[in-house]
């Protein structure tokens, strides 16, 4: 089977010898064909993510008894390139501003001490390409996997969501 990214640089290389052959291009720019390779990587890569996030969720969701202890995966409708994790005035964001670059960030609003909500974590996971063009993604310098980081991060955010009223 083909990747989504095989076939977006393979796509690339027939239209850019297309061009080249009509004489609208002089030869072949490798670091467009690269760069769209990073954006479709960057767009799998958080699509997985919310796969993950999802899956995660609902099991998550399925075992807890009461429903205020239930987490909301919602998509930001501005961007489709983004979702967030909500519970108790805690939400997590996960979002592409740019190719390679996808930003987590965990922020707890407390509308009796402050507007703004502050900023528990934030990370970034950066897309890079490896041999032969391939794109993979590393966290703090180590390889990861959208599985992985969706278990890393759901448990900071249930660490961070957790509502005192709630424990007894």
């Not at 850019?16 to 799998?44: F, H, M, S, Y």
């Not at 987490?71 to 996960?94: A, C, M, W």
Request: net charge negative.
């Amino acid at each position: 089977m083909i990747s989504d990214s095989s076939i977006k640089w393979v796509e690339n290389l027939a239209e850019q010898e297309q061009l080249i052959r009509l004489g609208k291009l002089p030869g072949l720019d490798i670091g467009q064909t690269r760069g769209e390779v990073l954006a479709v990587g960057t767009a799998v890569f958080l699509r997985q993510l919310r796969t993950q996030f999802l899956l995660l969720v609902k099991l998550f969701n399925a075992r807890m008894a009461e429903p205020s202890l239930n987490i909301q995966l919602v998509d930001i409708p501005e961007k489709t390139d983004g979702f967030y994790l909500q519970r108790n005035h805690v939400k997590l964001s996960v979002v592409s501003n740019r190719s390679g670059f996808i930003q987590i960030q965990c922020e707890k609003s407390s509308p009796e001490v402050s507007t703004r909500p502050s900023i528990v974590f934030s990370g970034v996971v950066e897309g890079r390409f490896s041999n032969f063009e391939e794109v993979n993604w590393v966290f703090l310098e180590n390889p990861i996997n959208a599985e992985q980081l969706s278990r890393y991060y759901l448990t900071e955010f249930l660490q961070s969501s957790r509502s005192l009223e709630n424990l007894s």
